[in-house]
């Protein structure tokens, strides 16, 4: 009786203290460049301007936002984010650009903590935090009178498609998904590229992170940990030489991105060691398509990733996951090779599953 009297007690207190109306939705307002910074070229095909909008956690984003010009009615639309460590100027522009000429809206966002987007600390990656960004993009496309509120789509590269495949399981309001040159971020930080970290390496990563943590609390200050390597070693791997040709060139540099400067914060790794992205994938019920390089150092990822797609599928019954495959392609050509990247076969899975 003494408990469930305290218990009333509580509730009647915290319906008092508590309410709706307290807890809003509140959109930081975000110092945005108005110039075309970007690392490609501007088309006369689409119309351009920015945009913000929250996530669940506070923080707002930035994105630029594209609609084919001259469209009318509710459209097909589709979010951006990607790769790792890069921001909207880079890649996910180039991407949303191109699927707006070809009759979406679409959004390229700077993920939290990242570009223009909002967040403290700054540079701070995170499995649940960039997962929910996809949501929150899909959140903002759904408040537009000219989105197609059943019919929007999500496209992540590089570490992004994990981080898209991730929320595809978690959000049913993303109708497609593609994954573009993808990796599964927890994986490579708890197991090293290509799964050859032993448990004793990984304990070693543990106690190097945990002494960071230690070093930045006594700084004050939370220590980079580097972007792309420069200068580029002679005996770098080739994709790193890859990495260094987009992002440390006039190719694809922007000042605002991680990659082409200083890096994540060094204490980044660490939800993803403990945290896998991609459990429930086998679970995704909508669209799916993984595009990679058959050259790619990265394809495993996108392999093993169909493979956890397929799980629950049973021959004879209607198949929504795909895997392409490009012939001769590394990891950086589905980048901004705009003849390499099957944006056909990507208009054509899109167009089956939004239009």
Partial sequence: ????????????????????????????????STEWDKTFPKSEKVDHSKV???????????????IPKNSKGKLPAI?????????????SGRYA?????????????????????????RYVASPDINTEDFSAAVDYLLTRDDVNSDRIGIIGICGWGGFAVNAAANDPRIKATLA????????????????????DE???????????????????????????????????????????????TARGYHPRSLNSNGGFNATSPIPFINLPLLTYANEIRNAVMLVHGEKAHSLYFSNDTYKKLMENWKPGTPNNKLLYVVPGASHTDLYDEMDVIPFNEIEKFFDEYLK
């Fill in 52 to 66: 913000t909008f929250p996530n669940r956690y506070g923080i707002t984003l930035a994105a630029d936002l594209y």
């Fill in 1 to 32: 009786m003494l408990a469930a009297s305290l218990s009333a007690t509580a509730h009647t207190k915290e319906s008092k203290t508590m309410s709706n109306n307290d807890n809003k939705i509140v959109t930081e307002k975000l110092e945005l």
């Fill in 97 to 121: 650009q191109e699927m707006a000429e070809r009759g979406f809206l679409t959004i390229a966002f700077d993920p939290s903590f990242t570009g223009e987007s909002g967040g403290t600390p």
């Fill in 202 to 248: 990984r304990h070693a990563l543990r106690e190097r992170l945990a002494t960071q943590r230690t070093a930045d609390i006594r700084n004050g200050y939370y220590t980079l940990g580097g972007g792309v390597v420069d200068p580029l070693p002679a005996d770098a791997p080739q994709f790193v030489k890859d990495y260094y040709d987009y992002y440390k």
């Fill in 79 to 91: 979010a951006v984010s990607g790769p790792f460590g890069a921001v909207k100027e880079q890649v």
């Fill in 180 to 199: 573009s040159t993808m990796y599964d971020m927890s994986r490579v930080n708890a197991n090293g590229y290509f799964d050859a970290s032993t448990p």
